[in-house]
């Protein structure tokens, strides 16, 4: 299934970045952001204190505002799972902030816990179910790969609204929860 | 002609004299397959298509509680739902709610529904400045122009018109260079979503169980549209109910892949009720727009259309939407689903050419995933059209005085024989006509009518014990053009100890009344046909012409499905016909009969048709041909239609016709095979005709015809 989802989301144009800990991830981002970066909260993140880490390696954090959105170069935000046959993130994305931190910067960064991949759409259901349960009031984003756009003569050309470039995080220990982001 | 006709025939002209646009609908045609099989492989599309079919029908017949199940779920999470009866119901909504919350701009994610209601001219006309975000519905509403497509509303377009589209609105040079362009796009449209006031979307989806909406997009925008405006509408038409997450994904699984061929969009946004917005709450507004759906899905023989999950695919698979686009094969929505949703959205007078241009083809039904018989509801909108309109006097003088007195039909067919003389100068082909005929000999030869029909040379057979007696119904092309192909079916048939009786009351199958909308006669030809096939009470009923099988085995039934006599006799009929090759393969199961026959030639195969997605028909007569010895040479598109359509290529529409057919010979040419076989006396009256009129080598012949002459070999060389 791990092996489906990368190769998945690979096809799908998004980058896969196997990371030792949490370290790794930050450094990784550190080196690729090109500039601010947008943090929503989120449970995973508060739990390591990524703002912490992510400051600490040099980067400048704005505050998820729609002002500073539109400035940051990246958005870096959990995810609650993935799925496997197409290459898939489910982001938990009623908090507004979420969504600005994944619609509009250049580049997005998506953390991932391995064993949080799920077979294919229908068993995505269930999850996604229980979110709906959670919360009947929501906006649940599933996320392949970076944005396109075949509008001018049938090319396929990437970034045309949303981020440019999505690159998944892939973690052993981050979050074993499917619900949680 | 009416006025109408001709303004329609105009812009099919224009739309012909555009090459550079139907090579662009080819490429794309050819590159959506390729990606379409890849996206689907591992999966089983019948089962999945099925499974839609079923759950769009479930969804149809207890409409009214899922819609009731929606509206409570999304009132209860926080929207407003607004039931909209018309298009000016829907649009009054949204530009009232507009003007009193004094909004200046409205940023759009694409939505095909608002394309349907004429929306951004009911905003404009309030004073709101209604702004598209997807990439191609912003092109086209810089150039004042509507989607040709679905899903790539502006296929029909190419850079170097786009960039100068951008740089006038830029007020720079921008260059045609495609990456540029949509970098262009993206700065242009990005302060629209932080300045705008309320976004508007269209839906995908609307779920019952949790009275949610889903968009399933690649661009980004409808994301941006929904999330930064602090008032959000979606205006979703009822035919998008489905009623659980289950179901929804179903959906998902499947309409990515049969639109573009990618596995999954880049985003699929699920959104249900009022989310935070700034320190606030967003305000959410449904318009659930009917508009002629109701309608629709209670029409009896258009409902199966409420299946329709938009994916656009009838039209990518179209010969006619890819020889003159979408503009011209189309209204507001394109291609089969189009000349539907056209007659019931926006009255059967906008859909009646649309209606016509259809060749019949059926490949529209063999890619639709929600198993929509597209071409029978556009077979009955037809009947529609005729009935208001009536079918043009030299049709209806044909079909009600002629056709339906056999015995006057073939007597004018026989007098017709000896007319033509002066014409075919004793040849088989007709290569020119005189005076305002001669656009019909043009671009293919037409074949004469036989000097001696089918059925005044039909052969005494003497087999001593025969193993089956069959009977041929032979169809008028066989009888009157091709009746050597008769006598070759009977030699293949006794090469088999099988009898073949052509009872000569015999008909023609009606199609050709059917197709132009005169039911009534198509139902008399039917009962004069089932009368005289059954009456010896035959083992099989063969034929060699796909379009007569589906006559006999389709339209007979569906004719007479509340007359329960005629019902039965009908559904007997239908059972016992089967095509000639399809009866030896798999009936018999005597291909081997035919082992090594002939000199081996290189063979390329047309599937006709009717054969392939009517009967069903098409490795039988390519297992013949490799047995007889032949070298089977597989064609690009071999499936694709030949243009011909019965009197689609005469009366009909022959200038489009022609380019279809055009696209077949160069497909044939490509594979250098010494002949083109196939098993419809029609196709070969098209492909024959082209052919020598390009004066080319290739040779066409029926499967059964090879068959013959492979038997004629094997004789010659004992």
């Known amino acids: 299934m791990r092996k489906c989802f990368y190769q998945a989301a690979e096809a799908s144009g998004a980058v896969l970045v196997e990371c030792k800990n ?29 703002a912490e880490q992510l400051r600490r390696a040099g980067l400048d954090l704005l505050p998820v505002a729609r002002e500073h959105a539109a400035e940051a170069a990246a958005g870096v935000t959990s995810t609650c799972f993935a799925i496997a046959d197409t290459g898939t993130l489910v982001l938990e994305s009623t908090a507004e902030d979420v969504r600005l931190a994944s619609t509009l910067p250049t580049r997005h ?9 799920v077979a294919d759409g229908l068993a995505a259901v269930e999850p996604l179910r229980q979110m709906h349960q959670q919360n009947p009031r929501n906006y649940i984003a599933y996320i392949t790969g970076p944005s396109r756009t075949a509008d001018i003569e049938r090319v396929l050309t990437i970034g045309v609204h949303g981020p440019k470039e999505l690159y998944i995080l892939l973690l052993g220990d981050w979050s074993s929860d499917l619900l949680e982001m | 002609m009416k006025e109408r006709s001709k303004a329609y025939q105009v812009r099919i002209d224009k739309a012909l004299a555009t090459p550079r646009l139907q090579q662009a609908l080819h490429q794309f045609g050819d590159a959506y397959l390729l990606a379409r099989e890849k996206a689907f492989s591992g999966l089983d599309f019948e089962a999945l298509r099925q499974e839609i079919g079923e759950m769009k029908d479930d969804v149809r017949r207890h409409h009214v509680r899922y819609l009731k199940q929606f509206i409570d779920n999304a009132e209860a999470a926080g929207a407003k739902v607004y039931l909209a009866k018309t298009a000016e119901e829907a649009n009054r909504y949204i530009a009232d709610l507009a003007v009193e919350k004094g909004i200046k701009l409205a940023v759009k994610s694409k939505s095909m529904a608002s394309e349907e209601t004429h929306l951004n001219k009911a905003l404009e006309q309030a004073n709101i400045k209604p702004l598209e975000t997807d990439l191609g519905e912003w092109i086209l509403q810089l150039c004042g122009q509507r989607p040709s497509h679905m899903v790539m509303p502006a296929i029909h377009m190419f850079k170097e018109e786009v960039a100068d589209l951008f740089s006038r609105e830029t007020g720079r040079t921008e260059a045609a260079d495609i990456p540029h362009l949509v970098e262009v796009a993206r700065q242009q449209l990005r302060q629209g979503y932080l300045d705008a006031d309320m976004g508007i979307s269209g839906a995908n989806m609307a779920i019952a169980e949790t009275g949610g909406i889903a ?93 329709c999950i938009r994916c656009g695919a009838c039209a990518n698979v179209c010969p006619v939407y890819q020889t003159v686009g979408g503009h011209v094969f189309g209204h507001i929505y394109i291609g089969a689903i189009g000349i539907i949703l056209t007659a019931f959205f926006d009255g059967i007078d906008k859909a009646a050419e649309l209606v016509k241009a259809c060749i019949g083809c059926r490949s529209c039904v063999a890619i639709c995933p929600a198993n929509i018989d597209l071409e029978e509801i556009i077979l009955a909108l037809r009947e529609t059209v005729a009935d208001q309109e009536g079918i043009g006097s030299g049709k209806a003088l044909v079909f009600k005085k002629v056709m339906r007195n056999r015995k006057l039909f073939h007597s004018l067919i026989r007098a017709a024989s000896k007319v033509q003389k002066p014409l075919t100068r004793g040849e088989r082909t007709i290569r020119h006509l005189p005076l305002f005929f001669t656009s019909l000999t043009e671009w293919r030869t037409l074949p004469a009518i036989a000097d001696k029909p089918l059925r005044d040379i039909w052969p005494q057979q003497q087999l001593v014990k025969p193993q089956q007696k069959v009977v041929l119904f032979g169809g008028c092309a066989n009888d009157f053009l091709y009746p050597e192909l008769g006598t070759d079916l009977v030699q293949v048939m006794n090469h088999l100890n099988v009898q073949v009786d052509y009872p ?11 197709y132009s909308g005169d039911k009534e006669t198509a139902v008399l030809l039917a009962k004069q046909n089932i009368d005289v096939l059954l009456a010896d009470d035959p083992v099989a009923v063969l034929t060699t012409c796909p379009t007569c099988t589906m006559a006999l085995k389709r339209d007979f039934v569906e004719h007479f499905k509340d007359d329960p006599l005629w019902r039965a006799r009908a559904e007997k009929l239908a059972s016992l016909t089967v095509d000639a090759a399809g009866y030896i393969v798999n009936q018999l199961k005597a291909a081997s009969h035919f082992e090594d026959l002939s000199t081996p030639q290189k063979i390329t195969y047309h599937d006709s048709c009717h054969l392939k997605r009517g009967a069903g028909g098409w490795r039988e007569p390519r297992q013949l041909i490799e047995t007889v010895g032949h070298q089977l040479i597989e064609m690009d598109h071999a499936d694709r239609c030949c243009g011909f359509g019965g009197s689609y290529s005469f009366t009909g529409h022959p200038e489009i016709a022609r380019k279809i057919l055009d696209d077949k010979l160069v497909d044939i040419e490509k594979t250098e095979a010494d002949w083109v076989a196939m098993d419809c006396p029609g196709c070969m009256m098209q492909m024959r005709g082209g052919l020598e009129k390009k004066e080319s080598k290739v040779r066409v012949a029926h499967t059964i015809e090879l068959l013959a002459r492979g038997l004629r070999e094997a004789k010659h060389n004992d």
């Open chain 1, 22 to 50: 949490v370290a790794t991830a930050v450094e990784y981002i550190a080196r690729h952001a090109a500039g601010a970066v947008l943090l929503p909260a989120s449970p995973s993140c508060e739990r390591v204190n990524l």
């Open chain 2, 215 to 307: 968009l399933v997009t690649n661009e980004g925008n409808a994301r941006l549209t929904t999330t930064l405006p602090k008032t959000h509408v979606a205006l979703v038409g009822i035919d998008k109910l489905v009623p659980t997450l289950e179901d929804a994904a179903k959906v998902i699984r499947v309409l990515p892949k049969n639109a573009t061929g990618q596995a999954l969009t880049s985003y699929v946004t699920w959104i249900s009720g009022a989310v935070p917005s700034g320190d606030g709450e967003k305000e959410l507004h449904i318009v659930l727009l009917d508009n002629g759906r109701s309608r629709l899905a209670e029409d009896e023989k258009c409902c199966e259309t409420s299946r």
């Open chain 1, 109 to 117: 960064f998506i953390l991932l816990d391995q064993r949080k991949i």
């Open chain 2, 504 to 514: 000569l009351e015999q008909n023609c199958c009606g199609i050709p009344a059917l």
